[in-house]
RNA sequence: CGAGUUGGUUAGGCGAUCGCUGUCGAAUUAUCGGCAGAGGAAAGUCCGGGCUCCAGAGAUCAGAGUGCCAGGUAACGCCUGGGGGGCGAGAGCCUACGGAAAGUGCAACAGAGAGGAAACCGCCCGAUCUCGAUCGGGUAAGGGUGAAAAGGUGCGGUAAGAGCGCACCGCAUACUUGGUAACAAGUAUGGCGAUGGUAAACCCCACUCGGAGCAAGACCAAAUAGGAAUCCAUUAGCCGUGAUCUCCGGCGGAUUCGGGUAGGUUGCUACAGGCGGACGGUGACGUUCGUCGCAGAUGAAUGAUCGUCCACGACAGAACCCGGCUUAUCGACUGACUCAUCCU
RNA sequence: CGGUGUGUGGCGCAGCCUGGUAGCGCACUUCCUUCGGGAGGAAGGGGUCGGAGGUUCAAAUCCUCUCACACCGA
């Protein structure tokens, strides 16, 4: 299972802007903390686990930083398969510029342990 | 060797594992392999051009921009060379650097006076008398005000002074020489009561410019609503002017057509291209020969982890593409030149 | 990505085009009025004019660069 989920192409993406505004106004589980944001709905379709990624440049001034920012939110996804399948959107916050890469690689963790722990309570 | 000026190149390397985008080849329905994959500023959007659409014969006005001269360039507000001015001991650096005798305006406060001006304190002459003041006149050297006060310095001259005269400098005009030119040098004349400053004030002169931008533009095209044409139905009901009747129109169904939203495709990278050589030119650059193929994403790829070496890695991420400018930036390498000391 | 606009006391705005004094309202401080408060009246404090450079005798104002913020076009 582990070996078949390590890639994230274009079919593990939310692509258009119903996929989006679908997981805002029906998600069912959050995990957040002062660096990030997610929203999960679970669904039972023919996609796979799907995620979403939300950097403004408000929150996010240098471009070099924001593409680090997706980067480490996509590789994280990447080598974590989901429990499982659901539309997952990651929304960054303000100072999450400011964390190293192993911090925010940290943070990632925690936030996806505590959408699991909501998932398997509901 | 020290201090400094200036131009160019580069922007962590190597290995392992797991990935992403494009493309080629296998395979054939989700895999494998090869190759390629951010910058010198990709940034700011300050200029210029290509490209696309709109408007359009051409010209002028308006508006905007540029502004010493010559050249380069597709073009430029860029670059190169030269001239003037300023700074520096020098290499070198900086320079919006056309016109103020075409006209209009502006200059607070201070000061007597701010522009065809004027005399406050002064200086000098004369008159008067109470003998250091008043009045009349001459003058602009000195003082004072101001950012700026109508050539500067010296000598002569004079009642005191003044381009009043002379010398040098500055300015203006004319001519000669050198230079494509900007300009420079020289000679002569003027005798400076005229020609002050400000044009990043209006303005004048010369030159340049149509407008918008790839979210431009082109193509394909759901659902829903609405439009047009043709055909069917015109039975029943409802609406239309207060009521009734007749006529007419609308509300119905089917097919076709065109516009067009969501969405998709395209525009999308091979071109004023890079590298090397030769020739022409002081140089920017041009001509020519050879050689290379060098990102093309679209919620947006170029990364993560580990090991290792060192100088311990700055600023920072393409989004139609080029040429510049400006701004940010830890360093490393290298060419040329200047000054000072020492040695020969 | 492209195109516009705005930065002035604590807050909201004038002044900029046409260069010389930074002003208005609310708020703040003190005093008067009142038994006390509010309202009212009087006086006062507070501004590198977003930042840097240039033009000018002189810049909030003119010019250039730069930094924030806001708006418009799918």
């Not at 805002?24 to 709905?41: G, I, P, T, V």
């Not at 996010?60 to 997952?88: G, I, Y």
């Amino acid at each position: 299972m582990h070996t078949l989920r390590q890639f994230f192409s274009t079919r593990s993406r939310l692509l258009t802007k119903e996929d989006y505004s679908n997981v805002f106004n029906h998600s069912e589980k959050k995990a957040s903390n002062r660096y990030a944001l997610l929203l999960a709905l679970p669904h039972s379709g023919p996609h796979h686990s799907r995620l979403g990624l939300i950097v403004a440049k408000k929150n996010v001034r240098s471009a070099v930083d924001r593409n680090r920012v997706k980067r480490l939110v996509r590789e994280h996804f990447r080598r974590h398969p989901q429990t499982q399948t659901k539309d997952t959107i990651f929304m960054a916050r303000k100072g999450i510029a400011d964390l190293s890469n192993s911090e925010i690689r940290y943070h990632l963790q925690q936030l996806w342990a505590k959408l699991d722990t909501v998932a398997a309570h509901p």
